[in-house]
């Protein structure tokens, strides 16, 4: 059974770095064709797509996200990390770190709020 987990960085300061980790357990986090997702939902909003890391370390970012994001990975410890730099108010979400495996978001840890204010 696949659980994904996030970390949980509550309050964060406008212009500071959001740092957000993802524990893998289930599966591995190099399974051949299998994403690793960071996906939000700000409040009264939609899903937004963040960026990937791949099983074999390639990285995707969204164009409206890429200049400030940065997704990395620690296979020893099974888990990949989101780091979003800069942050402003419009930042306060819930993330979400998700399986994209056969072109489905199969499996979706239980989501973070992350509130920006000074």
């Known amino acids: 059974h696949v659980q994904l987990q996030e970390s949980d960085p509550g309050l964060v300061k406008p212009s500071q770095t959001l740092s957000l980790t993802c524990t893998v357990t289930?599966?591995?986090?190099?399974?051949?064709?299998?994403?690793w997702s960071w996906i939000r939902q700000p409040p009264g909003k939609g899903l937004e797509w963040m960026g990937v890391?791949?099983?074999?370390?390639?990285?995707y970012y969204s164009p409206d996200l890429k200049n400030r994001t940065s997704i990395s990975r620690d296979t020893s410890k099974n888990q990949f990390a989101l780091q979003l730099m800069s942050v402003t108010p419009t930042d306060t979400a819930v993330y979400y770190c998700?399986?994209?495996?056969?072109?489905?978001?199969?499996?979706w840890g239980q989501g973070t709020q992350v509130t920006v204010s000074s």
């Open positions: 998700v399986r994209d495996y056969d072109d489905q978001y199969d499996f």
């Open positions: 289930g599966d591995s986090i190099t399974t051949t064709y299998s994403g």
């Open positions: 890391i791949s099983y074999d370390g390639t990285t």
